[in-house]
């Protein structure tokens, strides 16, 4: 089974852009989980989708949103870049009855300058 | 505030010794998982437990699950260099609106010299 994909693997944007980055969860796995990486804040939930619905939300401004589709991939948004966006995004998806076993894609590096 | 705490947060060993690195919380947890990932790549799942008290073997690694299920601990014998990553912990929370949320550690830095 190919694994999590996530594309692109390296993103530089300036402040105030927004930016889309994509997920392609393991074939079968219905939950999709992001999160955020940074050396100060280690990783940091952002939202979880299961079947098209938003099942949890972290603790981030709505800047960031995410949706997914009915294929299971699913898409985060950032709007209004800051310089403190800069992190390591990771995706990860779930079988439908082990939501707490993540597999993790390799990250999308965004570097807002 | 951290809800899950690792220690240590560093650590720079020599191939062949041994080491533990503890994840503690204050909260219960309905399973806790540790994930290892490489500079580079996303975290990769080594196990989960479960049951209180509970104690699972991976080759030289041994993870054990606090009697409470509030902290954990991964103990690994005769490190190698391979061993070399970060090692994070992450604990399933039920929330208030009933559905489960994964929370992760920071980390522990781990370098092992040959």
């Known amino acids: 089974k190919a694994g999590v994909t996530q594309t692109p693997r390296y993103l530089i944007k300036t402040r105030g852009q927004q930016v889309t980055l994509s997920c392609s969860p393991i074939?079968?796995?219905?939950?999709v989980s992001w999160y955020q990486q940074t050396p100060g804040q280690g990783l940091q939930f952002l939202f979880e989708?299961?079947?098209?619905?938003?099942?949890n939300k972290g603790n981030f401004p709505g800047r960031f949103s995410g949706r997914q589709f009915s294929n299971s991939r699913s898409e985060m948004n950032v709007s209004t870049l800051e310089l403190g966006d800069s992190a390591l995004y990771l995706c990860?998806?779930?079988?439908?009855?082990?939501?707490?076993?993540?597999?993790f894609g390799p990250g999308t590096r965004l570097t807002v300058l | 505030t951290q809800l899950l705490e690792q220690s240590p947060q560093f650590l720079s060993i020599q191939e062949g010794e041994n080491l533990t690195v503890y994840c503690n919380s204050s909260?219960?947890?309905?399973?806790l998982q540790w994930y290892r990932q490489e500079p580079g790549e996303g975290p990769v799942l080594l196990v989960t437990?479960?049951?209180?008290?509970e104690v699972k073997k991976l080759k030289r690694l041994t993870f054990q699950f606090g009697d409470a299920r509030k902290d954990s601990s991964l103990h690994i014998t005769a490190a190698q260099p391979g061993d070399t990553g970060l090692y994070l912990c992450?604990?399933?929370?039920?929330?208030?609106?009933?559905?489960?949320?994964?929370?992760f550690g920071k980390g522990m830095k781990l370098t092992v010299n040959p």
């Open positions: 990860a998806s779930s079988p439908w009855d082990r939501g707490d076993e993540q597999f």
């Open positions: 074939s079968g796995h219905r939950s």
């Open positions: 989708y299961f079947s098209e619905t938003q099942r």
């Open positions: 909260s219960v947890f309905s399973s």
């Open positions: 437990v479960v049951t209180g008290g």
């Open positions: 992450a604990g399933e929370r039920i929330t208030q609106g009933g559905s489960e949320k994964l929370v």
